[in-house]
């Protein structure tokens, strides 16, 4: 049972590349969300899937696009990537019944991207 | 405008002694807050969380108090372990359309002396 996996773990772009972030979760979980994180600011929500079929918009959404393939898995798309992107990317997906007490988003491990 | 606040960015606390960590908000539509800690190169892992119902809920050596009225938030670890030192972000959720919707504070780093 791996949880969330993420990849790749690190890459470096330049400015004007396109990439896609992957993301799967193995725990049957119907929501699926993006985050970035910057230094000295706590996580942000860049895009959500609430269940297979659906996304929207979180906070931070501009410069990105997503695809909710299937129940498992949610890719994050930069389309012409910005130095202003560089930052570390997490994926995470919950539980759509919520359990008193263990209401948690089980996050992956990251992708650390660099836009140059 | 941020939503979700930790105004302490570390933190240094004896091994053995209590570790409070506070986080404030400002929306009072939030309807949980929770508490996750993160280690250098991995993703966050859940600790706690607490409806917005409750003022207080206990996990082993971890205890969270919410205090509505001031729209603060506290974490007590008790007693201090070395494995504790990492940085505590506070979030705080609104279900919406199906969805968790988590507002992260900018995290506090821990550290647990010897």
């Known amino acids: 049972n791996a949880g969330v996996t993420q990849t790749p773990k690190f890459q470096v772009l330049k400015t004007g590349q396109s990439m896609t972030l992957q993301c799967a979760q193995d725990?049957?979980?119907?929501?699926m969300y993006w985050y970035r994180q910057d230094p000295g600011m706590g996580l942000r929500l860049i895009y959500y899937?609430?269940?297979?079929?659906?996304?929207d918009k979180g906070e931070v959404p501009n410069g990105y696009n997503v695809s909710r393939l299937n129940k498992r898995e949610f890719s994050l798309r930069l389309e012409s990537a910005a130095p202003s992107q560089t930052s570390v990317y997490f994926c995470?997906?919950?539980?759509?019944?919520?359990?008193?007490?263990?209401?948690?988003?089980?996050f992956g491990p990251g992708t650390r991207l660099t836009v140059l | 405008d941020q939503q979700v606040k930790q105004n302490s960015p570390s933190l240094s606390v004896q091994e053995g002694r209590i570790s409070i960590l506070n986080c404030d908000y400002t929306?009072?539509?939030?309807?949980?807050f929770l508490w996750y800690k993160k280690y250098p190169a991995e993703g966050p892992t859940f600790l706690i969380s607490?409806?917005?119902?409750?003022d207080k809920n206990e996990d082993g050596r971890f205890t969270v108090f919410l205090n509505k009225s001031a729209k603060h938030l506290s974490l007590h670890i008790v007693p201090s372990q070395p494995g504790d030192s990492a940085v505590y972000f506070c979030?705080?959720?609104?279900?919406?359309?199906?969805?968790?919707?988590?507002?992260f504070g900018q995290g506090t780093r821990l550290t647990i002396n010897p």
């Open positions: 725990m049957n979980h119907n929501s």
């Open positions: 607490i409806s917005s119902i409750k």
């Open positions: 929306n009072s539509m939030f309807d949980y």
């Open positions: 899937s609430a269940s297979e079929g659906t996304t």
């Open positions: 979030a705080a959720s609104r279900f919406i359309q199906g969805a968790q919707k988590l507002v």
């Open positions: 995470a997906s919950s539980d759509h019944w919520w359990r008193e007490g263990r209401n948690e988003q089980f």
